[in-house]
């Protein structure tokens, strides 16, 4: 083993000649770790028994160990050598410059602007060279002794620098060391017991003297660390009088895009899918709740998260597997005034750091966002100030089937939903399904009282009389269900089935899972979708599955159906009105 290291040493240390060309550099990634502090226990080891090993931010809170910097060709032979030894592990892999970012290790050391080093060619390789004349006496240059580092404090002067840090020049080295893993206890800018022990665990983890108290160069190392997260995302003072707020925002990944009232839109500039908002509109609490009511239909607001709201203000945080938005804002003298966040899901360190800096910053300044601005901006009925509404998965139509709000609608708009909703506004789960048939029965997760309820025609229907079908054909971007009128053409299914009607009718899919009603209102059944056997009907042709079907599964479920009483025909007018009263629109939600 002692010569397995002897030539890993050796190896290394030809690569680590000066480079003799400027070449794009490679590294050979060896590990990485989910926090700073085990990073750091990880590479004092490697440091033992390698050289040219270096500590890189990798981003999203991770940190990599690598070795380097490399031409790609002496990359690939390090990585090929070291795995063979068994020294790095075999998952090991070739790196670039441009996969890293901040440097943590060693201390202070800056490698991914410098050239790769580069293998010296052996001098049995080269061609013999010619006879050179003698050369007269060479200049001796004199030799200049590169300067020596500015020597560190002493803890005497390390306590006397510290005591000229201001309170939140103190606070902010604790926050730097909680961070960092080091600190759990409460920020309070008081160096005490608890303090001093992270500084020295600090500093041994990072190999200076452990003596609890950070030098003027040991605090700017710290903070260098912690501030690693926040490179590229050019955070600056931004103050916009149009909308009468000051912050700092990530102004390297976001620029403003327009005015389009209450919000001031910026967008995404690069790789990283933020989104900022800032809300600016004069107004009263009343106002701020609707403004907080209608936040929540956005699809920029994920609809898992904490939430509330005050008289004069609210906090607003969705959070979803590929986005967080977290949105605050306050009422005071007349005027709302707040932002969203919006930043990828798992990038909790850099999101936090940044949402941090804006609340911290945040300034009311003269005026507010005037509510004429941006007036030629697309209109469209998704969207609300320039932003999309939450649309569902899917829609399709129910109806309730007894006084405590149980719907009967097809299966086909309850398969693999996070969430389903009646008429938008009340959950619901699914109670019981026929999938042979295609019905489902929802059960509300709190009692409702509907304002009709189907009533079902146990009697054999006359074949051409006429039936309507009551629907949300448009997934409810009219508000309300729509009758479509048509005729019964057979009381079976193509293949005799006796739990099906055919019927002359077009329907769109919107209206699958209504009810079917002959001219008084009674419910013969529930529309099904326009395929019979993975087949498309033609146009004119639906099915329905009848009434006794649908009588059986609300029976299994546990629910007492309504029995039809008059058969007498109702004129179209409060056919519609009676029908539309029971009809309701499923939405399936992701």
Same mark, same amino acid.
């Given at each position: ?149 500015? #020597? ?5 002067? *390390? ?5 000229? &840090? +201001?309170?939140? $020049? @103190? /606070?902010? =080295? ?25 500084? #020295? ?5 990072? *190999? ?5 108290? &950070? +030098?003027?160069? $040991? @605090? /700017?190392? =710290? ?368």
């Amino acid at each position: 083993m002692m010569y397995r290291i002897f030539a890993v040493f050796s190896l290394m240390a030809v690569l680590a000649i000066p480079a003799q060309a400027q070449q794009r550099a490679s590294w050979v990634q060896i590990e990485a770790q989910p926090s700073l502090n085990r990073a750091q226990e990880s590479i004092r080891g490697y440091a033992t028994t390698l050289q040219d090993v270096n500590g890189f931010s990798i981003g999203s809170g991770w940190y990599a160990i690598a070795l380097g910097p490399y031409t790609a060709e002496d990359a690939a032979q390090v990585l090929r050598v070291l795995r063979a030894e068994r020294v790095i592990p075999r998952d090991s892999y070739v790196a670039e410059s441009s996969d890293y970012r901040q440097q943590f290790w060693p201390v202070g050391a800056n490698l991914l602007d410098r050239p790769a080093l580069i293998i010296a060619e052996d001098e049995t390789t080269q061609p013999e060279a010619e006879a050179e004349p003698e050369a007269a006496d060479p200049v001796v240059e004199p030799v200049v002794e590169p300067e020596p580092e500015p #020597a560190d404090e002493t803890p005497r002067e *390390a306590r006397a620098s510290e005591r000229e &840090l +201001t309170r939140d $020049q @103190r /606070a902010e =080295l604790q926050i730097a060391l909680k961070w960092a893993g080091f600190y759990n206890g409460a920020i309070d800018a008081s160096y005490g017991r608890g303090t001093r022990a992270s500084m #020295a665990a600090w500093q041994e983890a990072n *190999a200076f003297d452990v003596t609890g108290i &950070l +030098t003027t160069m $040991q @605090r /700017a190392a =710290l903070l260098k660390q912690y501030n690693a997260v926040l490179d590229g995302m050019g955070l600056n003072l931004v103050q916009d009088q149009s909308v009468g707020i000051e912050l700092k925002l990530p102004m390297g990944v976001v620029e403003f895009e327009r005015y389009n009232p209450p919000f001031a839109h910026f967008k995404a500039t690069g790789d990283i899918d933020a989104k900022i908002l800032l809300i600016s509109q004069a107004g009263d609490s009343n106002t701020l709740g609707g403004l907080y009511d209608i936040m929540q239909t956005l699809e920029i607001v994920p609809e898992i998260g904490p939430r509330t709201l005050k008289k004069d203000a609210f906090t607003l945080i969705g959070e979803g597997a590929l986005m967080i938005s977290h949105t605050q804002a306050w009422l005071k003298d007349g005027e709302i005034k707040g932002f969203t966040l919006v930043w990828p899901a798992g990038d909790e360190e850099r999101r936090t750091r940044i949402l941090g800096e804006m609340q911290e910053s945040f300034q009311r300044i003269n005026g507010v966002l005037d509510p004429a601005t941006g007036v030629d901006a697309a209109q469209s009925i998704d969207l609300v100030s320039g932003l999309e509404i939450r649309k569902p998965k899917m829609t399709r139509s129910g109806f309730y089937v007894d006084g405590a709000g149980n719907v009967v609608t097809t299966t086909e708009v309850v398969n693999a939903c996070s969430r389903i909703t009646i008429d938008d506004s009340y959950e619901a789960e699914v109670a019981a399904t026929d999938a042979e048939l295609g019905i489902a029965v929802l059960r509300p997760t709190a009692r409702l009282s509907p304002m009709g309820v189907a009533a079902f025609q146990l009697a054999v229907p006359r074949l051409q009389s006429d039936v309507a079908v009551a629907g949300y054909s448009y997934g409810g971007v009219l508000g309300a269900p729509t009758l479509t009128f048509g005729r019964l053409a057979d009381v079976k299914g193509l293949n005799g089935e006796e739990e099906l009607k055919r019927l002359a009718l077009s329907s769109l899919d919107g209206d699958v899972g209504g009810p079917v009603v002959d001219a008084g209102g009674n419910v013969l059944g529930m529309l099904l979708p326009n395929t019979q056997n993975g087949r498309a009907l033609p146009d004119g042709v639906s099915f329905a599955a009848d009434a006794e079907a649908v009588q059986q599964v609300l029976i299994k479920a546990g629910i007492t159906p309504s029995a039809a009483t008059t058969s007498a025909a109702m004129p179209a007018e409060k056919l519609t009105r009676e029908v539309t009263k029971m009809t309701v629109l499923i939405s399936c939600w992701e």
